[in-house]
């Protein structure tokens, strides 16, 4: 009697712990963003401003590095008034390029918050076709393979809703967008 009563509560708590196992999934977001046409066109759109900014950047270094050169040419034949006047133009050209870099690459400059403009509608659409999935799966925890913030250390396949979530948005999982 005794050993049909353990076995019994043996067979219900790994009925409850498969349960509990089961409800739990993860997604890839990196796979899913790259099915997502508009974050290609947003990631384009954010390179193309990147480049733009850093050939200006590299416009006025140019023009730092040339009047250095002149500087160091001309230096001989300068008197100590020039040579001051001349280094503090220089300087300030290189104060000012400087400052044009952090405002446009900076961690609080213009890509930062032109990044965070055009992508985070992209992530809330992704977020709510996530959610969708995890209440039609009846799923209480889905977690992001490649957070930095909530570490795995192995998945199962067979947990990955990521094809769920990309069929969710109306695209065709295993095709990226150009």
Request: hydrophobic letters at 40%.
């Amino acid at each position: 009697m005794k050993k049909r009563f353990f076995l019994i509560i043996g067979f219900i708590f790994i009925a409850f712990t498969t349960a509990f196992a089961q409800r739990f999934a993860y997604v890839d977001s990196d796979y899913i963003l790259k099915h997502m046409p508009e974050y290609a066109s947003a990631q384009r759109q954010l390179e193309a401003l990147s480049a733009q900014w850093q050939k200006e950047v590299d416009q006025r270094y140019q023009e730092i590095d040339r009047l250095y050169k002149a500087y160091q040419a001309d230096q001989v034949l300068m008197t100590p008034d020039m040579k001051k006047r001349r280094e503090a133009e220089i300087a300030d050209k290189e104060k000012t390029a400087k400052d044009f870099q952090r405002q446009k690459f900076g961690p609080d400059g213009e890509l930062t918050q032109r990044s965070n403009t055009v992508i985070k509608p992209i992530q809330e659409k992704m977020a709510k076709a996530i959610q969708a999935v995890a209440e039609n799966d009846n799923i209480d925890m889905i977690f992001d393979k490649n957070s930095s913030d909530a570490m795995m250390l192995y998945a199962s396949p067979r947990y990955d809703k990521s094809a769920d979530v990309i069929i969710r948005l109306g695209l065709k999982p295993g095709v990226f967008a150009k």
